[in-house]
């Protein structure tokens, strides 16, 4: 069925509620309500720079050699060297971290993703000044800016502890690195000096998405992003207490932004790690389209290079709601949608439980009992 006839009430009934005025107030049962609950949270890893491998043979570089040193002159990281780590957790936490990018198999932090129990986003309030006074006193405000809203601030991240400690040595690793690089201990890295970055610094993505878990509604990136402390106070004793650790983990940001598609293009190039120039036709309007963007559009995704790669994280599409392969196909609209790579949990229920004899054999049982009765 074409798709234009799927779901009509409810888009027409919306759009009239954007241009008509309804005095019985009765729109509102045609109208669906938003309802939040569904969200992703994306943190970029830091580069920091850290090695965990004792550089050996004829191949060594400069760069291994000062991250390895970097790592035994503080025992806070030398106990999570390769040969010296207590378990494959803390391997894989330091190899995350590390500057060295043939270790990781995505640009993102997953356990954040996985493991985030709620994200408090910050309203944009725009800044006043009041002017024209008059004899009576009375001073007219009027708005200047949003920039002390959108500029740094804090916000934190809500994740419930592993038994491995993960985010407490995480962040341990992550927040004594920037005391260290700071006060002189560690080696920065050269590459990072010679262009200006700091490679402590990360971002943050938060997509708020439909209950489909695909389409997205409202999304914000924070930029220049790190961990303000150690949360172990978490980790205070009480008597009688076996309650499950949560940790509140506060970070800085230098910059916020809401809501521009430029977001999603930037989310793409961090996770296909595609950082070559970008090229934009130039329109008739003048101005870049984002429906023709080649790193939104799908047919231009899937010939990236490295989109059929295994350390490609998660996509966001740009989607034509009257498409025929549109994953809403109930919606007459366009919209923007989230698709996760390959590196994903297999859903072994859906696998196991699920399969054709899970439905035989129950249909099965179902009309026996009927015939039965």
């Known amino acids: 069925m074409n798709n234009k006839y799927i779901n009509t009430n409810i888009d027409v009934a919306g759009l009239e509620e954007l241009t008509k005025f309804d005095v019985y107030m009765q729109n509102h049962r045609y109208v669906d309500a938003f309802t939040t609950g569904f969200a992703y949270i994306f943190v970029t890893k830091p580069m920091l720079f850290l090695y965990p491998y004792k550089p050996t043979g004829s191949k060594i570089t400069l760069y291994e050699k000062l991250a390895y040193e970097n790592m035994t002159k503080d025992h806070t990281f030398s106990q999570f060297l390769i040969d010296e780590a207590m378990n494959e957790n803390d391997k894989m936490l330091i190899k995350q971290l590390s500057y060295y990018t043939d270790f990781n198999t995505t640009n993102f932090l997953p356990i954040f993703t996985n493991r985030v129990k709620s994200f408090q986003t910050l309203d944009v309030t725009m800044t006043q000044t009041e002017t024209f006074d008059t004899r009576h006193g009375y001073r007219l405000p009027l708005p200047t800016h949003k920039v002390e809203s959108i500029g740094s601030s804090t916000t934190s991240l809500v994740c419930p502890e592993t038994m491995n400690l993960d985010f407490v040595k995480m962040m341990t690793l992550w927040v004594n690195y920037i005391s260290n690089v700071t006060d002189g201990t560690f080696h920065a890295n050269p590459s990072m000096i010679k262009n200006n970055v700091l490679d402590y610094m990360s971002s943050i993505y938060y997509f708020l998405l439909e209950p489909d878990g695909k389409t997205l509604k409202f999304w914000s990136k924070y930029t220049g992003c790190w961990p303000t402390s150690i949360p172990q106070s978490n980790l205070s004793f009480s008597r009688g207490d076996q309650s499950t650790v949560e940790l509140d983990i506060p970070f800085t940001y230098a910059s916020k932004e809401?809501?521009?598609?430029?977001?999603?293009?930037?989310?793409?190039?961090?996770?296909?790690?595609?950082?070559?120039?970008?090229?934009?036709?130039?329109?008739?309007?003048?101005?870049?389209?984002?429906?023709?963007?080649?790193?939104?559009?799908?047919?231009?995704?899937?010939?990236?290079?490295?989109?059929?790669?295994?350390?490609?994280?998660?996509?966001?599409?740009?989607?034509?709601?009257?498409?025929?392969?549109?994953?809403?196909?109930?919606?007459?609209?366009?919209?923007?949608?989230?698709?996760?790579?390959?590196?994903?949990?297999?859903?072994?229920?859906?696998?196991?439980?699920?399969?054709?004899?899970?439905?035989?054999?129950?249909?099965?049982?179902?009309f026996a009992s009927q015939l039965d009765e």
């Open 258 to 366: 809401d809501m521009n598609p430029s977001i999603l293009e930037d989310f793409n190039r961090v996770s296909l790690n595609y950082f070559e120039e970008r090229t934009l036709d130039v329109l008739e309007d003048d101005y870049p389209s984002i429906k023709k963007s080649p790193l939104l559009s799908p047919e231009s995704l899937k010939n990236n290079p490295n989109f059929l790669q295994e350390t490609r994280g998660p996509l966001v599409f740009y989607r034509n709601g009257e498409l025929e392969d549109s994953i809403n196909s109930t919606s007459m609209t366009s919209n923007f949608e989230l698709s996760f790579g390959e590196n994903v949990f297999e859903n072994t229920f859906i696998e196991t439980g699920l399969d054709s004899t899970y439905f035989f054999e129950n249909a099965k049982t179902f």
